[in-house]
């Protein structure tokens, strides 16, 4: 290669060592792109192993390894859909047994599970209606009101109906009723239906107070003339 058409020779080496630079200078940066694209991969290798370790050690704490952990995954997610279905709860103490639930994987949907399962075994009372408390209720006084029960020994059924949660109560106010003896204005409690025994217990009360009002109505009156005989005899004396 020699110096092209209208240029002379010096001016050819001077473009022929520039151009060599520039090659030279390319050649170092690639050299210096592949130096760190290899410490990358050292860097990342380094990474992998240390995860690799945390998880084995996690894995370790809950008596399990990678392949346990992928076959109680697959349990889980089975019984998951069961309990969320219908309640089916023959998986669950097997998932309770084990410690991998702990697992941070696991863990907030065991916790759902488990309130699921515990709610599935309740009964959801039924409102006969609504009742908002006033200042100077109390369960007793509400329960004896006529468009409530009219029987104020009733007030347990309110009590347990309420005592784990009211229907709704404004801000700062308790929303459950621990103690019977504490309900505050603003609370809207639930008035569950009275059950047949509930209504035959009041029916029996109604009879039993009906004949004791009967028995005090029919007392034998005093015949006048023996409180004649008795008067004169006094007189006499």
Partial sequence: MGPSDGMTMEEWQRQMDELTQKRSDLMNQLNSLNA???????????????????????YGAVGTDKAGVSAFRSKFEACE?????????????????????????????WLAMETKVKNCGKVTTKCMKEYTVVKGDCLYKIAGRKE??????????????????????PSRVPTTIPNPNRIYPGQVL???NLTDADKKMMENKTKGVKKTRK???????MNMKDVKKDTDSKDKK
């Fill in 148 to 169: 409530i029960y009219g029987n104020s020994r009733l007030w347990p059924k309110i009590w347990e109906a309420n005592k784990s949660g009211v229907i709704k109560a």
């Fill in 81 to 109: 859909k069961k309990i969320n279905a219908n309640c089916n709860d023959d998986c669950f103490k097997e998932i309770q047994a084990s410690k991998i639930k702990c697992l941070p994987e696991f863990w907030d949907r």
């Fill in 36 to 58: 760190d694209i290899d410490a990358l991969k050292r860097r990342n290798a380094d990474l992998d192993a240390q995860l690799l370790k945390a998880e084995n050690d996690l």
């Fill in 215 to 221: 028995k005090k109505g029919k007392e034998p009156m």
């Fill in 190 to 192: 639930c008035i569950p």
